[in-house]
């Protein structure tokens, strides 16, 4: 399954960066530590023009660290003064050959942080699903069970002492219980021991290398986290002709075609209410049995 970073990257290829509007771009020639303060930068992807464009005071961005150049050396290709972690990213080192983009209209940290959000809000309509400990279950009133559990699914437990006695069983959820140090608890017909098998909300991820499974989405919801998250980066930008049109005909691709450009971000919003929608509802239909809620 696709990490974080790897969405990130389906974001700009797929609505954010139109093949023919990217940005300009370079490559280190040299690996840098997280304090220097000077780069060596390859000459590959850049014309005479765009070179010139790397003045004192342009942000740079490599990975997701945004840097601010102080000076050019063009005969050594090398930019000086560097001031590092701009913008609140985080100094890190940078490998040899990894891209400079030179002004991003769309900052990787930006994008990292629409991921985030488009994960986590995925819930309620959508949410984790995983199962508990072995769970002891209490003969003098509600069990305690674990902080995160936002709605419990069902309990596999036993009706007898019969040790095959397996099955699920309904649940009643005591939310924010005052006798459990959890604040979550249950009373079930099972008795025992047994597993709680709840629902929980999505991880915020820590950063680019985190699975989206660790953080309990599902694969087949990649492309809302990523619809998701560009709706939240488009929001808030005009496009010019060229970035309409790629728009246009991602929607298209997907077959949910938008009338013209200055409804794309309302197609984009419809788009992906109909995904959540059906994602919603097979995901229900899996998981339902009742909880009884006190």
Do not use: C
């Not at 985030?116 to 508990?132: H, Q, R």
């Not at 309904?170 to 021991?193: C, E, L």
């Not at 409804?263 to 994602?279: N, P, Q, T, W």
């Amino acid at each position: 399954m696709s990490t974080v970073g790897e969405i990130i990257s389906r974001v700009f290829r797929d609505y954010l960066e139109a093949p023919d509007d990217q940005p300009t771009r370079a490559s280190l020639a040299a690996a840098m530590s997280s304090s220097e303060t000077t780069l060596q930068y390859t000459q590959t992807y850049l014309s005479a023009e765009e070179e010139q464009l790397f003045g004192p005071g342009i942000i740079i961005e490599i990975d997701s660290e945004e840097i601010m150049v102080g000076g050019i050396d063009v005969e050594t290709n090398t930019l000086t003064g560097l001031r590092r972690a701009m913008n609140g990213t985080d100094s890190n080192p940078h490998a040899i050959d990894t891209i400079i983009t030179l002004a991003p209209m769309w900052r990787r940290k930006s994008v990292f942080d629409a991921v985030a959000d488009a994960i986590v809000g995925l819930y309620p309509e959508l949410y984790g699903v995983t199962e508990s400990a072995s769970i002891t279950l209490s003969t003098a009133g509600p069990t305690e069970v674990p902080a995160d559990v936002a709605r419990p699914l069902w309990f596999y437990g036993r009706s007898s002492t019969t040790a095959s006695d397996w099955e699920p069983h309904s649940v009643t959820f005591y939310d924010r219980f005052p006798g459990s140090t959890t604040g979550k608890a249950i009373v079930t017909t099972a008795t025992g021991n047994g597993y709680l098998v709840y629902a929980k909300k999505f991880t915020m991820p820590t950063s680019e290398s985190v699975s989206l499974a660790s953080l309990g989405v599902e694969p087949q919801w990649e492309n809302l986290v990523v619809l998701g998250a560009a709706i939240h980066l488009i929001s808030s930008k005009e496009f010019d002709a060229i970035g309409n049109e790629f728009l246009i005909n991602q929607l298209k691709s997907q077959g949910f075609p938008t009338g013209s450009a200055s409804r794309v971000r309302d197609g984009m919003i419809r788009h992906y209410e109909r995904l959540l929608a059906k994602a919603e509802e097979e995901l229900n239909t899996r998981y339902m049995t009742p909880v009884i809620w006190q």
